[in-house]
């Protein structure tokens, strides 16, 4: 696995570039794999918006997982305007689509070569400010051609 720094959605991101299925993996990216690498990046750069939208229906998860840290078992959820975080953080609920999307980031991206050097998968991991998941991530991938996943948490 190789370390490099690329330049997505106008931050540098560290990402990791692995290349699973060869018999010898690379020291160093070859021009085919750089340059699979930068069509790809291109394509995470376009793309921004629709790779967004792919965590669609991650936000009833992250109610979930709000109401389990709901310990009183008084409350009302049909009333219920917040929630209060172990860490004091106040988070509205019910949490939508677009205060969701809102409030991932994107932590690091990983590189895929598995069959040949010109082809990658791109794997993105997100986090979340407020952070609904508890540290857990959410994973959203790039297939070979192009098509975009939410794998989920």
Request: overall charge negative; hydrophobic content about 40%.
């Amino acid at each position: 696995m190789l370390e490099k720094i690329f330049q997505i959605w106008n931050k540098k991101i560290l990402t990791a570039v692995c290349f699973s299925k060869f018999e010898e993996e690379p020291e160093a990216l070859t021009p085919e794999s750089r340059s699979a690498i930068q069509e790809k990046i291109k394509f995470i750069n376009e793309h921004h918006q629709e790779i967004l939208n792919s965590a669609s229906g991650m936000a009833e998860l992250a109610e979930d997982w709000l109401i389990q840290g709901i310990e009183d078992d008084a409350v009302d959820l049909d009333e219920l305007t917040s929630v209060i975080m172990e860490d004091g953080t106040e988070i509205a609920f019910p949490v939508t689509e677009k205060a969701f999307k809102n409030s991932l980031y994107l932590i690091d991206v990983t590189f895929d070569f598995r069959k040949n050097s010109e082809i990658c998968k791109a794997f993105l991991e997100f986090g979340c400010e407020p952070d609904y998941f508890c540290g857990h991530r959410v994973h959203i991938g790039i297939d070979e051609e192009n098509q975009i996943i939410c794998e989920g948490i």
